[in-house]
T-cell receptor, first 114, second 110 residues
Framework: ETGVTQTPRHLVMGMTNKKSLKCEQHLGHNAMYWYKQSAKKPLELMFVYNFKEQTENNSVPSRFSPECPNSSHLFLHLHTLQPEDSALYLC?????????????FGPGTRLTVL | KNEVEQSPQNLTAQEGEFITINCSYSVGISALHWLQQHPGGGIVSLFMLSSGKKKHGRLIATINIQEKHSSLHITASHPRDSAVYICAVLLIQGAQKLVFGQGTRLTINP
């Protein structure tokens, strides 16, 4: 399998649930990203990881907890979310994390918080 | 006001028409990206440029650093070009991260 994959593709959860989003890249890249895309709003960067180390946290609430066990896998752990957290969550990867390189995106997880 | 503004927000055209989507930004940048997002969410990177012009198939991207403006052109448009086109800039100052425009929704009718 090639490219960037994300699971699940759709997720519905209650405000008291705990769930995790998974991203996997098969491109040999060193940098991975989580983005949030809410309806009617531009894409927002959430987190950046470079060689498994977090290099950017864009003031994301602590109810979103990222984990990068290796440079091919990235998780976003979710707990006690709010309805306004409903959005499309996109993972991406690139060779370098500085924005000068092409980023390859996964298909996204569409999250609905009830 | 967003640092990155795209126009138009929505564009509908007939198959075969020449399409132009504009992106203006108000800050110093080191690079600009054009992305394409199809229904369902998947995003594909089309171009990254820091000066001049790039061409790939029927797509052409230009940037004028002095005027803080970039355009994405599509020649001989086709219904499969229907998508949201997103401009993103890499800021010179501050953390090196991309700042995104709100996107232009393009619909090409047969």
């Amino acid at each position: 399998e090639t490219g960037v994959t994300q699971t699940p593709r759709h997720l519905v959860m209650g405000m008291t649930n705990k769930k995790s989003l998974k991203c996997e890249q098969h491109l040999g890249h060193n940098a991975m990203y989580w983005y949030k895309q809410s309806a009617k709003k531009p894409l927002e960067l959430m987190f950046v990881y470079n060689f498994k180390e977090q290099t950017e946290n864009n003031s994301v609430p602590s109810r979103f907890s990222p984990e990068c066990p290796n440079s091919s896998h990235l998780f976003l752990h979710l707990h006690t979310l709010q309805p306004e957290d409903s959005a499309l969550y996109l993972c991406a990867s690139s060779q370098v994390p500085d924005g000068t390189d092409t980023q390859y995106f996964g298909p996204g997880t569409r999250l609905t918080v009830l | 006001k967003n640092e990155v503004e795209q126009s138009p927000q929505n564009l509908t055209a007939q198959e075969g028409e020449f399409i132009t989507i504009n992106c203006s930004y108000s800050v110093g940048i080191s690079a600009l990206h054009w992305l394409q997002q199809h229904p369902g969410g998947g995003i594909v990177s089309l171009f990254m440029l820091s000066s001049g012009k790039k061409k790939h198939g029927r797509l052409i991207a230009t940037i004028n650093i002095q005027e803080k403006h970039s355009s994405l052109h599509i020649t001989a448009s086709h219904p499969r070009d229907s998508a949201v086109y997103i401009c993103a800039v890499l800021l010179i100052q501050g953390a090196q991260k991309l700042v995104f425009g709100q996107g232009t929704r393009l619909t090409i009718n047969p």
